[in-house]
Structures are given as structure tokens and as C-alpha cells.
């Protein structure tokens, strides 16, 4: 019998708060190995909070951030140098560095492990460019030589350079008109489905919510108030789900105007 599947990050009663304004108050929340999971809420609700205590930035108050079954902090010294090689990061601008080619960009994780040969180095990052739709041409430019679909597809090789396990996505689709939208998100669906990571995603898009998502969370009253595939999310009454998931905007998105 196959084991049960266990959950590659565990949030467990967890409660922030910034002096006496409380930002998570109990809240729980698995991610499972495989899934894209969209992290959806309101201004202020948290995410990106919950994103940092995740990658162990900050501490909680009270409650516990496991991941792959330990606690983020148990994590010292190599043990966490290794850790942050087991994920990647696209940020909602790019975050490129201006002065390094994109080449430079996407050797730069590769490179900070002090022990790969500069052949290794070269086939690996052409090969994160070839991933993304880039080639030798493109490893020549600088950032400012680049489109805002092809800072994503540098930003997303960069993530991808150490071959991670967990992906983050900070509202990768933002900036993107629709077309260049459907072709970042067609292409993360695709090197998920090659490369089999879990990824955990903040977005406000509900176009990339649909095609994207395979669950969704929702923070809102400083826990997260439903969790489940987008059908099962916007059955839950809450006026913050009524006024996401719904009205004109759902219309378009996810046929949803009643």
C-alpha cells in the first residue's frame, strides 16, 4: 500500500502580531507535494507576512512553520544553506539586477555555491534559458535590453537555476498584458507538469487563479477562512468571497454573474 502523501509546508496555530495589531490569529494551512496552491486575500490580510514566516524570515508570536516535517527555524548554519536550495523565488517585479547580464542573473545562485566549474555553470543556465523559451541571443542582454514577458521568463530561469522542489510566486502574471499573461502562465503549467514542484503563489488574477491553481486559499479575519478547488471556494459565504470570486470581474473570468 502507498504511503499517504505528507505535507511539504505545515503552518500550525499560527498568530502574528506587530505591537498590538494582529495580523494571524490561529491560523493553519498545509501545503501538499505536487499542488499549485493560490494564497488570495484582501490588502492587509497577511500574505505576504505569511510568506516570509514560511521562508523563515520572521517569527510568529505563537504556533510553528514546518518544512518537509521540521520547524523552519530548527534549520542553522549548512542545514539552512541548504534549505533555501530546495526553493526558488520569482518575484512581482523581476527583481533583476541591473548592472548583471541575464546570463549573470541566472548563474548567480549557481555560482554562490562556490564548487561548480564555470562549464557546469554555462550548461546549466543555457539550459534554465532553453526552459523559458531563451536562448544564446538573449543570454547576452541586460535587463534593460528586456520586454516585461521576457524579465519574467529571466526571473522565473533564475528561480529555477538549482532545480528546486518549492517555487514561490509573488503575482507572476502583474505588469503582463493578456496575451504575454496566458504565455507566462501556459509556461509555468508546463514546467510544472515536467518538473513536478509545488509551488505557492500569491495573486489577485483571477484569469491566472483559474488556469493556474489547482487549490486556493483564502486569508481573511486573520486565519484562513476556506481552503479547496475554486468551485468549493466560491460556495463559502463571506463578503469577501462574494466580492472577489463574483460580481463582473468573476463574470469574466470564471462565469460567475448571477
Known amino acids: 500500500?502507498?504511503?499517504?502523501?505528507?505535507p511539504i509546508i505545515e503552518v500550525q496555530d499560527l498568530t502574528t502580531a506587530f505591537g498590538?495589531?494582529?495580523?494571524?490569529?490561529?491560523?493553519?494551512?498545509?501545503?501538499?507535494?505536487?499542488?499549485?496552491?493560490?494564497?488570495?486575500?484582501?490588502?492587509?490580510?497577511?500574505?505576504?507576512?505569511?510568506?516570509?514566516?514560511?521562508?523563515?524570515?520572521?517569527?510568529?508570536?505563537?504556533?510553528v512553520v514546518k518544512?518537509?516535517?521540521?520547524?523552519?527555524h530548527d534549520y542553522v548554519?549548512?542545514?539552512?544553506?541548504?534549505?533555501t536550495r530546495r526553493w526558488g523565488m520569482l518575484f512581482q517585479s523581476g527583481a533583476l539586477f541591473?548592472?548583471?547580464?541575464?546570463?549573470?542573473?541566472?548563474?548567480?545562485?549557481?555560482?554562490?555555491?562556490?564548487?561548480?566549474?564555470p562549464d557546469l555553470v554555462r550548461k546549466v543556465v543555457m539550459m534554465?534559458?532553453?526552459?523559458?523559451?531563451?536562448?544564446?541571443?538573449?543570454?547576452?542582454?541586460m535587463p534593460s535590453d528586456l520586454s516585461g514577458g521576457m524579465v519574467k521568463r529571466v526571473a522565473l530561469a533564475r528561480a529555477l537555476s538549482l532545480?528546486?522542489?518549492?517555487l514561490f510566486l509573488d503575482e507572476p502574471t502583474a505588469g503582463l498584458d493578456p496575451q504575454r499573461s496566458d504565455e507566462f502562465v501556459a509556461l509555468i503549467n508546463a514546467l510544472h507538469q515536467q518538473l513536478k514542484f509545488t509551488v505557492i503563489m500569491v495573486t489577485h488574477d483571477l484569469d491566472t487563479i483559474r488556469d493556474l491553481s489547482t487549490r486556493v486559499a483564502v486569508l481573511a479575519e486573520k486565519h484562513v477562512l476556506v481552503e479547496g478547488s475554486i468551485e468549493q471556494?466560491?460556495?463559502?459565504?463571506?463578503?469577501?468571497?462574494k466580492a472577489f470570486f463574483q460580481g463582473k470581474r468573476g463574470d469574466r473570468a470564471l462565469g460567475t454573474h448571477v
Open 233 to 241: 471556494v466560491m460556495t463559502f459565504e463571506h463578503p469577501f468571497i
Open 1 to 6: 500500500m502507498t504511503a499517504l502523501l505528507k
Open 163 to 166: 532545480d528546486p522542489e518549492l
Open 77 to 83: 548554519g549548512p542545514e539552512r544553506l541548504a534549505l
Open 20 to 63: 498590538s495589531h494582529v495580523v494571524h490569529e490561529h491560523l493553519n494551512l498545509n501545503v501538499m507535494p505536487g499542488e499549485i496552491l493560490a494564497l488570495v486575500g484582501g490588502s492587509g490580510s497577511g500574505k505576504t507576512t505569511l510568506l516570509r514566516q514560511i521562508l523563515g524570515l520572521d517569527r510568529p508570536q505563537d504556533g
Open 67 to 72: 518544512l518537509w516535517g521540521r520547524p523552519v
Open 128 to 141: 534554465r534559458l532553453k526552459w523559458v523559451g531563451l536562448d544564446e541571443r538573449d543570454a547576452l542582454l
Open 98 to 117: 541591473t548592472a548583471l547580464s541575464v546570463f549573470d542573473n541566472v548563474a548567480l545562485p549557481l555560482r554562490e555555491m562556490n564548487y561548480l566549474p
